[in-house]
């Protein structure tokens, strides 16, 4: 090299230099943008669960269904930050649990993203519950149980797949949650409506199902359709950073939602069932429950398959749990349960690389039973708890009356019931 061509080459490096690291600044910069829309997206599922599950509801418990998702995000995101977050993904020698991130207090700005996109993804799991066990579940309990999720049941599995785990080692694919959220919370929501009984009314003494009507329909809809926005947040904001993989992610979760759709009203047909607007957009969210495992790693046209196969489980799943007498309101565990066990695995079979490899396959089936065989029976126990220190469900009368007025001292649609409740207590006390 001659000396006039090294002089101009250590000229320019210094300005690379330095437009290297303003890329990487502007990189970095945009992936935080991107997880905070992404975060704020996952934040406003909550108000589409919320409008779902009371508008699924009847009208003397829309109050009491809102503020247990209002407990929901608030209880857990303070639990998360003070213990699940650390348990979830914090040094984990040991591939079972975290041991250090505690009420993380000095992480460094992605950190902070990242905890914030975590926490909306925790409040998600113990909510999947509320709607199951809805119109019969005192409120106290309900705070507690929110704790106990947070806290323990959904952190230690996600600890195991996102935390660096055993079953991460193990090459388990479960790419924003089909079992760490959604199963792990509808496995939650069958103890749940387990120990609590049906609702007053649900099955007749013969024990044939009887259908009680939520009160507002268009509600349910709307609050399907906002957690189908939220979902692009919720399955794209997964990259944790802005690539030009979200763009195939987020066309596989909206293809897989309306092959949910479409699955709900094939099946609905085939068994002769009426076309019910709540069966549709559960069979929307099935498809959505279905792909989130394998929207990163899956074709388009399988992406299809797995929400069409969905709406089967969403028909199938209702039926069942009605067989078996148990009463979930808002079918949540055929929704969330049974449609992420099931994505789950369609994420090993319809793998993009490697499709139908019985190695993937057996290492899903694994992380399938194990998210089952840990938040069912700890769930099953929790519940038994809670039942006996505070008492799970609440009286008969209350059931009754309606639990806004019984434990709120307020409704949603104070024209029809003001007269008796205000005869009825003088007094918020």
């Not at 080692?169 to 509808?186: E, K, L």
């Not at 008796?420 to 207590?425: D, G, N, Y």
Request: charged letters at 10%; aromatic letters at 12%.
């Amino acid at each position: 090299m001659t000396p006039v061509a090294f002089a101009i080459l250590a000229a320019a490096a210094p300005s690379a230099f330095a437009q290297a690291g303003s890329e990487s600044l502007v990189k970095l910069e945009t992936d935080m943008v991107w997880l905070a829309v992404a975060s704020a997206m996952v934040f406003f599922m909550q108000a589409g669960f919320a409008m779902l599950e009371s508008g699924m509801s009847r009208t003397k418990n829309s109050v009491n269904v809102l503020m247990k998702n209002y407990i929901d995000l608030s209880v857990g995101t303070l639990v998360f930050w003070m213990v699940g977050y650390g348990l979830m993904f914090g040094d984990n020698p040991s591939g079972w649990f975290g041991t250090s991130e505690f009420m993380l207090a000095a992480a460094d700005e992605r950190g902070y993203s990242l905890l914030m996109f975590q926490t909306m993804f925790a409040a998600t799991a113990v909510t999947i519950a509320s709607g199951a066990m809805a119109e019969r579940t005192r409120f106290s309990a309900y705070f507690l149980l929110s704790v106990v999720v947070t806290g323990l049941i959904y952190p230690l599995y996600g600890s195991w797949v996102w935390g660096g785990g055993w079953l991460a080692q193990a090459g388990f694919i479960d790419f924003a949650g089909s079992t760490v959220v959604h199963s792990v919370g509808g496995w939650c929501a069958l103890a749940g409506i387990i120990v609590l009984g049906p609702r007053l009314g649900r099955f007749s003494p013969a024990g044939k199902p009887v259908y009680i009507a939520g009160h507002h329909l268009p509600q349910v809809a709307l609050g399907g359709f906002i957690l189908w926005l939220g979902w692009f947040g919720f399955n794209g904001g997964s990259t944790t950073a802005a690539s030009l993989s979200i763009g195939p992610i987020n066309l596989n979760t909206h293809l897989a939602a309306a092959a949910g759709v479409v699955g709900t009203l094939f099946f609905s047909r085939l068994f002769r069932l009426p076309l019910l607007l709540t069966n549709t957009v559960n069979g929307a969210l099935g498809g959505l429950v279905a792909i989130t495992a394998g929207c990163a790693t899956m074709a388009p046209g399988y992406a299809v398959l797995t929400g069409f196969v969905a709406g089967a489980f969403v028909i199938g799943g209702s039926a069942l749990l009605a067989r078996l007498g148990l009463d979930d309101v808002v079918g949540a565990v055929p929704v969330h349960g049974f449609c992420g066990a099931w994505g789950t695995l369609a994420a090993g079979l319809f793998f993009i690389d490697d499709p139908f490899n019985s190695t993937r396959i057996a290492v899903q089936l694994i992380g399938i039973g194990a998210a089952l065989a840990w938040a069912l029976p700890l769930s099953l126990v929790a519940f038994r708890v809670l039942d006996g220190i505070v008492g799970l469900r609440v009286p008969e009368r209350f059931e009754m009356q309606g639990l806004d007025y019984a434990e709120h001292y307020e409704v949603a649609y104070p024209e029809f019931s003001g007269t008796r409740l205000h005869r009825e207590k003088t007094s918020p006390g």
